[in-house]
């Protein structure tokens, strides 16, 4: 798959006897081991108080690396995102080997949909959305998809309309193209993109901006900052991703100007 490509598309047997009374037997003890643990994972989850959108579920399903996992809610084309993915630039430059960021994209999910779901400023956004999940799937690290990210935000207009640009991004970043193109054209991506819409309403957020650090909201951008404990410039999130990493790594030289708040 190329580049000319991906701009053109873009505008048993039946047992006898014995044989089947045993095979019967080991059916119903199957069945019924299932249901007992499945009755023993019910019992326990009603126990713990958890259910399907519990916040502590979704904190706990976040933790899956020693990095401090950054979940920003977000549409390609909103503004508060891109304001957001801003301020982020020197977070992401300066913590990125403890940190991890996953983009959880808000639309509604709709099958007859061109890409699956109905994103708030159109299919160009839709589109943008899968460009960006698969940049980062495919961007090798975090410095080079931030720099491809950068690049669409800087003409915000044309993202997910002109395929030309992701493309030009792409290689500008130094992101594997060919990689690149297949997620975005094939199954890939929208598979992609169907999981962080449901990653998004699994969360309860339904609000472009909205940063979660750890599984839990550190803050809102939507016309203006709110539910931003701690601040939201760029020194207060490196200050809390600081505070946040336990892993075994070193933790960059910058964290030692940042003391968690007391």
Not at 184 to 202: D, I, K
Request: net charge negative; with cysteine; hydrophobic share 40%.
């Amino acid at each position: 798959m190329d580049k000319n490509e991906y701009l053109l598309n873009e505008g048993g047997s039946t047992k006898a006897g014995a044989r089947v009374c045993a095979a019967k037997r080991w059916r119903v003890l199957a069945a019924g081991l299932v249901l007992a643990v499945g009755g023993i994972w019910l019992l326990l989850h009603q126990m713990l108080g958890h259910s399907g959108n519990s916040t502590d579920e979704y904190a706990l399903g976040a933790l899956k690396s020693d990095k401090v996992q950054v979940e920003l809610f977000v549409m390609s084309r909103c503004p508060d995102a891109i304001k957001v993915e801003t301020v982020f630039n020197s977070v992401v430059r300066e913590l990125y080997p403890i940190l991890d960021i996953q983009l959880n994209f808000i639309a509604k999910p709709n099958p007859n949909a061109t890409y699956g779901a109905e994103c708030k400023h159109g299919d160009d956004e839709c589109r943008g959305n899968i460009d960006e999940l698969c940049a980062l799937a495919h961007g090798g690290d975090l410095p080079l998809f931030w720099r491809f990210l950068n690049c669409l935000n800087s003409h915000s207009g044309d993202i997910g309309s002109d395929p030309d640009l992701s493309l030009k991004c792409a290689s500008s970043a130094g992101l594997d193209t060919e990689a690149f193109i297949s997620c975005a054209l094939q199954a890939e991506g929208r598979e992609l993109f169907r999981q962080s819409v449901e990653n998004a309403q699994f969360a309860g957020v339904n609000t472009s901006a909205t940063v979660f650090i750890d599984g839990h909201l550190r803050c809102v951008e939507d016309g203006g900052w709110r539910d931003c404990l701690g601040g939201h410039s760029a020194s207060d999130f490196i200050r809390d991703i600081c505070a946040a990493y336990k892993g075994s790594r070193s933790r960059p030289s910058i964290c030692a100007e940042y003391p968690p708040v007391v």
